[in-house]
């Protein structure tokens, strides 16, 4: 691929060369990156497959020039998805959630997805915990926060009070990320090597971050009852069918009939 740019020499002997369009990745412009993307992610196309459908077509392209249009200067496309989770988690009524056991890198992951009635994400972790969800819901933010919501998480998880009673402050506390918040735990005289209590802290930590943002609100979290989802307005994707015994009364005789909503 050629560009024809405009270049200049100044008076005192630099040179000015013309910028590229907009997009420009090892020659080939946004449109090809945008179709190659498309057909990688949402068609399951193989990169082998692509390199072939473009020099059929007429392309000079080869598959590692494919490869760095797929996997190169991904920042804009990570910022748009991180917005459009924050969005939908602050706008969205309900979300439906769910995760699956993905590899990712040869190393066995999960694969969590959060999608409302406008917008689907999936994010793809080492832990399918209820705190590595409650990180999700965070919604992009890194800080924890100790405050009402944060307290009112722990009394209905049923932790401590003693501890509980320790933590509360008179205002809200806002810590920047893990380290400060872990520090600020080990100072008030928790033990952080105890993984229970202190997951149940974190949580909390992260429950308050949520609120704090304006994230997920009245918002109901609808899962399969699976542990790690039943954070906030939960409810349930499935519905019992309603099993009657009924009793004939002609002869006696009896039978089972399955009434299905």
Not at 156 to 170: F, M, N, P, Q, Y
Not at 172 to 180: G, T
Request: charge should be neutral; hydrophobic fraction near 40%.
């Amino acid at each position: 691929m050629h560009y024809r740019r405009e270049c200049w020499v100044t008076p005192d002997g630099k040179t000015v060369l013309a910028a590229l369009p907009a997009g420009i990745i090892g020659g080939y412009g946004a449109n090809l990156r945008r179709l190659c993307l498309m057909l990688h992610a949402q068609g399951q196309v193989t990169t082998a497959r692509l390199t072939t459908l473009l020099n059929d077509i007429g392309l000079d392209i080869s598959k590692r020039q494919i490869v760095r249009l797929l996997t190169r200067q991904l920042d804009g496309f990570v910022a748009e998805d991180a917005a459009v989770l924050h969005a939908g988690l602050v706008s969205s009524s309900y979300v439906t959630v769910d995760d699956t056991g993905a590899r990712h890198s040869h190393n066995p992951c999960y694969a969590t997805h959060i999608g409302g009635p406008n917008f689907t994400v999936f994010r793809t972790t080492k832990s399918k915990s209820r705190l590595n969800f409650l990180s999700l819901l965070r919604g992009g933010y890194q800080d924890y926060v100790l405050n009402d919501a944060a307290f009112d998480y722990l009394k209905e998880r049923r932790a401590d009070a003693a501890v509980t009673a320790g933590l509360r402050a008179l205002e809200p506390q806002r810590f920047c990320n893990q380290v400060p918040f872990l520090a600020h735990l080990a100072d008030s005289g928790i033990d952080i090597f105890d993984r229970q209590e202190i997951g149940t802290l974190a949580e909390a930590g992260l429950w308050g971050a949520i609120r704090h943002h304006g994230l997920v609100g009245n918002m109901v979290i609808v899962s399969d009852d699976a542990g790690q989802f039943r954070v906030g307005n939960h409810a349930l994707c499935w519905v019992h069918g309603c099993f009657i015994r009924s009793c004939g009364q002609s002869d006696g005789a009896q039978g089972d009939t399955g009434h299905h909503p």
